[in-house]
């Protein structure tokens, strides 16, 4: 990746992005004018945590908090900020 994901970054939703949860798909997901992306395991848990205000570092220790059993959760999470950036879902603050 050219440009890695720091902890120091913050990100938003992309605009024309929508987050929420969706009640027929038992799952949060992304909407956007092109479609809908369904979101499995930790995404949604990370994607609720952007608020253009909160870095990735703080994002990553909230959830170790709330997930303290989880292991490898922080290349989890930096992973799901890889994805999410490269598709476009988010952009940078």
Same mark, same amino acid.
């Given at each position: 990746?050219?440009?890695?994901?720091?902890?120091?970054d913050i990100y938003a939703l992309a605009?024309?992005?929508? !987050?929420?949860?969706?009640?027929?798909?038992q799952s949060y997901v992304i909407l !956007?004018?092109?479609?809908?992306? #369904?979101?499995?395991?930790?995404?949604? =848990?990370?994607?609720?945590?952007?608020?253009?205000?909160?870095?990735?570092?703080?994002?990553?220790?909230?959830? #170790?908090?709330? &997930?303290?059993?989880?292991?490898?959760? =922080?290349?989890?999470?930096?992973?799901? &900020?890889?994805?999410?950036?490269? #598709?476009?879902?988010?952009? #940078?603050?």
């Open positions: 990746m050219e440009n890695p994901i720091q902890h120091t605009h024309h992005h929508r !987050f929420q949860w969706e009640e027929a798909q !956007f004018p092109e479609g809908m992306v #369904k979101l499995h395991g930790g995404a949604g =848990e990370v994607l609720k945590r952007l608020d253009g205000k909160a870095n990735v570092g703080e994002i990553v220790a909230d959830l #170790k908090v709330t &997930f303290p059993d989880a292991d490898e959760i =922080e290349s989890d999470i930096i992973g799901m &900020f890889e994805l999410a950036v490269s #598709k476009g879902w988010l952009r #940078k603050v």
